[in-house]
Every structure is written in C-alpha cells, then in structure tokens.
T-cell receptor, first 116, second 113 residues
Framework: NAGVMQNPRHLVRRRGQEARLRCSPMKGHSHVYWYRQLPEEGLKFMVYLQKENIIDESGMPKERFSAEFPKEGPSILRIQQVVRGDSAAYFC??????????????FGEGSRLTVL | GQQLNQSPQSMFIQEGEDVSMNCTSSSIFNTWLWYKQDPGEGPVLLIALYKAGELTSNGRLTAQFGITRKDSFLNISASIPSDVGIYFCASLNYGGSQGNLIFGKGTKLSVKP
C-alpha cells in the first residue's frame, strides 16, 4: 500500500513566483489535510478538504494561499507571489472516512519550499 | 489560544537508557496524541489516548493521558539508536474540524550508541 505521496520533495522559487504542491492521499482515504512546519517548530494546521469541498480553511492565510482537492487527481496547495516567509516544509496528511475526530492522520514526507 | 508545551526541548542519552518526556497545557483536551518525526520525513503516529487516566503501550513506548486532562507523558524504555528523532504531542483543536490538530514544538531525542 502506497502511503501519502507528495511532490515535489523540494522546490525553490524566487520572490513573486508561484508554488504548487501536490498530494495524493493513501488509497481508500477521502480526507486530506495540509500543515506547515517552520524550522524548530511543530506543525500548524492550514486546511482540511474532502473531494471537491473545502471543509475547514481556518489555518490558511486569506491572501495568496489556496487549496483544492478535485474529483480526479491530487490535492493541490497553491501559493501565489511567494515571499521569503513562505519558506517552510508543507506536509499533507490523509485519514479514513471512519476516523472522525480520532486525530489519526497519515502524513506524507513533505514538500520543502525555499524562497530566494 | 490553546497551546501545548513540551519538555524537555532536547535530550541526549546513552543507548539503553529510559526516556521520559511530557506535554502540558492550561486547556483541557479530550485527546492526546504522540507523533514521531524522523529527519526529513513526515510525522508518524505512535500512540493515541482518548480517556483521562488511560495508560497505553506500543512496544517499548508507554503514554498516559493525565487525570486533569491537561497533560500527557511519553516514556521510552531501553532506548536504541533508531529512537532518534523529534517527538511531538498533539491534540484536536477545540472547536475545530476533525484533523485540525495542535502540535507542541517537540522534544528532540539524540541517542549515543
């Protein structure tokens, strides 16, 4: 069974460019979450999506950041006009339909964004 | 806001020693989770606790959900080199959706062979 797949693993962008991070959940999982981790910090929740729906985006900045989980294909976290402060590791996680409120998330290996 | 405070921040121990770390908060939580993150990887769930007072083991790992619901500890017995990594406590963000977890800043464990 493949785990949560994220790509790219590393991404370098210049200020003002766009970053797109992709996430394919584990087989059989229909819930996707995105987290951000700054160096020496814990993970911070950004957004929770189900297929074609954003359920909770309370942790996502209102500007420049967007997320989607289309009917077909991976979930995408998009950061427009990146700034140096966006440099971080972005983790995607997924969970089973029946794992409501258990906190049992399966994380990918992360995408490390560096903004020059 | 809700915050999870982990201590110690880092530990340097000899292989074979036991390890103890904890997580506290001024808020009450109904769930305590312990995740481990290896360098360059994503976190992996080690133990989940759902009842106050609950004591749960997973191999050499033991975790407890504090009676006050404001703390939890994680013990590792007879540490080995592959225990190296960062251990995070986490809980469900009160009033948030499922999967909206709050994480502590982690305890970084180093093991000398």
């Amino acid at each position: 069974n493949a785990g949560v797949m994220q790509n790219p693993r590393h991404l370098v962008r210049r200020r003002g460019q766009e970053a797109r991070l992709r996430c394919s959940p584990m087989k059989g999982h229909s819930h996707v979450y995105w987290y951000r981790q700054l160096p020496e910090e814990g993970l911070k929740f950004m957004v929770y999506l189900q297929k074609e729906n954003i359920i909770d985006e309370s942790g996502m900045p209102k500007e420049r950041f967007s997320a989607e989980f289309p009917k077909e294909g991976p979930s995408i976290l998009r950061i427009q006009q990146v700034v140096r402060g966006d440099s971080a590791a972005y983790f995607c996680a997924s969970s089973r339909l029946t794992a409501t409120n258990t906190g049992e998330l399966f994380f990918g290996e992360g995408s490390r964004l560096t903004v020059l | 806001g809700q915050q999870l405070n982990q201590s110690p921040q880092s530990m340097f121990i000899q292989e074979g020693e036991d390890v103890s770390m904890n997580c506290t908060s001024s808020s009450i939580f109904n769930t305590w989770l312990w995740y481990k993150q290896d360098p360059g990887e994503g976190p992996v769930l080690l133990i989940a606790l759902y009842k106050a007072g609950e004591l749960t083991s997973n191999g050499r790992l033991t975790a407890q959900f504090g009676i006050t619901r404001k703390d939890s500890f994680l013990n590792i017995s007879a540490s080995i080199p592959s225990d190296v990594g960062i251990y995070f406590c986490a809980s469900l963000n009160y009033g948030g959706s499922q999967g909206n977890l709050i994480f502590g800043k982690g305890t970084k464990l180093s093991v000398k062979p």
